[in-house]
């Protein structure tokens, strides 16, 4: 079976400074998805970042990257020059049949 | 664009009581369409899925049920809530076939 984990329940970073959050994941499949959802404090789920496992190379949206490791199952994420803005959960996932599996999130602090 | 609607945003209900929290999608024709439960602190589960009208799949058993009437109208229903019901109910789309999923505002449900 599918799992995700997440092992920093909670990080801070500085304003203007980067952060990595780190995800791990178990599966036995070959061809999969991986996202990191961010969840603010009206608790609505947002999409930071989406990377298709069968792509090497690391996807990227504005200061959201990932450093994605096939062969670890590492899927971390990196926020470059953070905001307060950014002050959050976020939850990594997996994609398998129909269905996703969530970590059990990391809290970001972010410190003015 | 496509948006997705949740409503209630906020109910609170006594125990033995009936539930039903609806979400609608616009923007898209035959989405996949989804229900997690987000316990306090915690990842999301996923309850059910459809794939299409009349067509539920349940993930968890319990005193749950789903219900798609309509092509965009996905229902949550309970005929006695517990107080284990109590969490934040999240609806999610996809379009059919793909991966990535977007989330309406959610339901906070609390049972007293």
């Known amino acids: 079976a599918q799992t995700v984990t997440q092992s920093q329940p909670e990080m801070s970073v500085q304003e203007a400074e980067t952060v990595t959050l780190s995800c791990t994941y178990d599966t036995s499949e070959s061809d999969y998805y991986l996202f990191w959802y961010k969840q603010p404090p009206s608790r609505q789920m947002i999409l930071v970042i989406r990377?298709?496992?069968?792509?090497?190379q690391n996807a990227t949206e504005n200061r959201f990257s990932v450093n994605f490791q096939k062969a670890a199952k590492s899927f971390s994420l990196k926020i470059s020059d953070s905001q307060l803005g950014d002050a959050a959960m976020y939850f990594c996932?997996?994609?398998?049949?129909?269905?996703?599996?969530f970590g059990t999130g990391t809290r970001l602090t972010v410190i003015p | 664009s496509q948006t997705i609607h949740q409503w209630p945003a906020t109910l609170v209900q006594p125990v033995g009581s009936p539930l039903s929290l609806e979400c609608t999608v616009e923007g898209t024709s035959n989405p996949n369409l989804y229900w997690y439960r987000q316990a306090a602190g915690r990842g999301l589960q996923l309850l059910f899925y459809?794939?299409?009208?009349?067509?539920i799949s349940s993930e968890v058993p319990q005193n749950l049920s789903a219900s798609r009437p309509q092509d965009r109208q996905f229902i949550l229903s309970s005929k006695k809530l517990l107080l284990s019901d109590s969490g934040f109910y999240l609806c999610?789309?996809?379009?059919?076939?793909?991966?990535?999923?977007?989330f309406g505002p959610g339901t906070r449900l609390t049972v007293l």
């Open positions: 459809s794939v299409g009208i009349g067509q």
């Open positions: 999610a789309w996809s379009v059919a076939g793909t991966d990535t999923q977007y």
């Open positions: 996932a997996y994609v398998g049949a129909n269905n996703l599996f």
């Open positions: 990377q298709e496992a069968y792509k090497q």
